[in-house]
């Protein structure tokens, strides 16, 4: 089993800037793709971010050119840098880790941008 534990949610104005950072703890052997999904009220949950445990990456398109995502491996833990956050940003991120053909999910961390 893997824990995933995300901090760094918050409010934060039209334009501004917030670093997620997910940990992952437990039977960490074998981690690879570590991310980032997000899920808005309504609507379903969508890719945010993803990296593989070369470093190799994956946008969503709405996202593309203002997030960043990295991983340091040392220390289990993926962050996701979020710049000229919008409105429409808003959302509960939730971490996700695969892990020898299993998935695993944090409980997520509330993000809101205020127009």
């Known amino acids: 089993q893997v824990q995933l534990v995300e901090s760094g949610g918050g409010l934060v104005q039209t334009g501004g800037s917030l670093r997620l950072s997910c940990a992952a703890s437990?039977?960490?052997?074998?981690?690879?793709?570590m991310g980032w999904f997000r899920q808005a009220p309504g609507k379903q949950r969508e890719l945010v971010a993803m990296?593989?445990?070369?470093?190799?990456?994956n946008y969503g398109d709405s996202v593309k050119g203002r997030f960043t995502i990295s991983r340091d491996n040392t220390k289990n833990t993926v962050y996701l840098q979020m710049n000229r956050l919008k409105p429409e940003d808003t959302a509960h991120y939730y971490c996700?880790?695969?892990?020898?053909?299993?998935?695993?999910w944090g409980q997520g961390t509330q993000v809101t941008v205020s127009s």
């Open positions: 990296i593989m445990f070369g470093g190799s990456t």
């Open positions: 437990g039977s960490i052997f074998g981690l690879n793709a």
């Open positions: 996700y880790c695969a892990q020898l053909g299993s998935s695993y």
